[in-house]
């Protein structure tokens, strides 16, 4: 059996766009026999805590689970026994001047930025937000999904998926 390629998505409160692309790609990046081809994780460097709300009733609303998602501090991945990352990827919006975590350590580090839609106003801009947050979420995943092995290890090629926008 070949080993998962484990992906960590990283933002400064670990409560929306990293939590909706670590369940995304641990859902959608399993083999045809169920086992994972990848594994996913989500952490913050300040987090917020917990996931946003309205990120969990999209999930849920997108048929995923979500009681196994909460808000973490990356200082989690330093410690003993952690699992070590073939992929890191930011997606802090460098326009909205989110200071974007930096991971030190082995494995490619990417930047996919997106507008947070935590913290729009009124509640149903916020909903239609996180709604299309969700949709650029899953299109960057699949087309992590599609990539080659070799492809998986080619910086140009991983960051590329930056510019799909669903």
């Known amino acids: 059996m070949t080993q998962p390629i484990n992906v960590l998505f990283l933002c400064t409160g670990n409560s929306a766009r990293s939590i909706l692309s670590e369940a995304l790609l641990n ?4 083999n045809a026999d169920g086992s994972p081809r990848f594994l996913a994780y989500s952490a913050g ?4 805590g917990q996931p946003h709300p309205d990120g969990l009733i999209e999930l849920k609303k997108q048929g995923h689970i979500t009681s196994i ?13 952690a699992p070590e990352f073939d992929i890191v990827v930011t997606v802090c919006d ?3 001047a989110e200071v974007c975590p930096v ?7 990417v930047h ?6 935590a913290h729009i106003e009124p509640l149903s801009a ?11 979420c899953k299109a960057r995943i699949e087309a992590l999904l599609s990539l080659s ?10 960051q590329a998926i930056a510019n799909i926008e669903a």
């Open 69 to 81: 998602y909460r808000s973490k501090s990356w200082d989690e991945f330093s410690e003993d026994g």
């Open 94 to 96: 460098n326009a909205a």
């Open 27 to 30: 859902d959608l990046g399993r």
């Open 126 to 136: 916020r909903q239609a937000a996180f709604s299309r947050t969700y949709q650029i």
């Open 112 to 117: 996919w930025p997106q507008p947070d839609p």
């Open 45 to 48: 460097s300040k987090p917020s």
């Open 149 to 158: 092995k070799a492809e998986l290890l080619d910086h140009a090629v991983v």
């Open 103 to 109: 991971f030190f350590g082995p494995g490619l580090k």
